[in-house]
């Protein structure tokens, strides 16, 4: 069974800085990438940044670009977001979610698994 | 990258069929056959129902359906059933691995 469980979120006042983290088993971690998409109170999900399963590539929505840096361990399974100069903006709940950039072989253009997300609040 | 445009809500008694539009652009919707929509339980992850346009994944209902015309991607969900209840996405990949979701649209059963 995939299972995916983030982790990391909490307060944190505006300028600050939070590392999330996104544990995964039940597949070959290694070989798929994996994305953050996050989700501000009562509004829609808007993605953030996927990372591909050598971790070679990167990409960021422009709201994030300069800020976040997305990066993963594959010997533990682990997928990271670091979030630095956070912003008001940026509260929402930030999922995990298998797919979205180059995995083993092909590229996996939607995102078939989601953890449960946590929540980041950026207020002073 | 602006977000796709989702109706903000449909509705529809038990056993009827609704549709759900999706409209991007021809960067984005128009461009590539990768749509995917997601249903949003409350209190619930994101789940996968459609991918590439129209494939269904193993496990999800044959209820629900896709299809897409230039930059308009469309979910059909027939037989209506109270559980379908949530609210839907769509997202599109645009190019150079980034993505753009929609709106989000809430079903309601009557």
Known sequence: ?124 | QSALTQPASVSGSPGQSITISCTGTSSDVGRYNLVSWYQQRPGIVPKLMIYEDTKRPSGVSNRFSASKSANTASLTISGLQAEDEADYYCCSYAGLSTYVFGTGTKVTVL
């Open chain 1, 1 to 124: 069974e995939v299972v995916l469980l983030e982790s990391g979120g909490g307060l944190v006042q505006p300028g600050g800085s939070l590392r999330l983290s996104c544990a995964a088993s039940g597949f070959t971690f290694s070989n798929f990438a994996m994305t953050w998409v996050r989700q501000a109170p009562g509004k829609g999900l808007e993605w953030v940044s996927p990372i591909s399963a050598s971790g070679m590539s990167t990409y960021y929505a422009d709201s994030v670009k300069g800020r976040f840096t997305v990066s993963r361990d594959n010997s533990n399974n682990m997928l990271y977001l670091q979030m630095n100069s956070l912003r008001a903006e940026d509260t929402a709940v930030y999922y995990c979610a298998r797919g979205g950039e180059y995995g083993s072989g092909s590229y996996q253009y939607y995102f078939d698994y989601w953890g449960p997300g946590t929540l980041v609040t950026v207020s002073s």
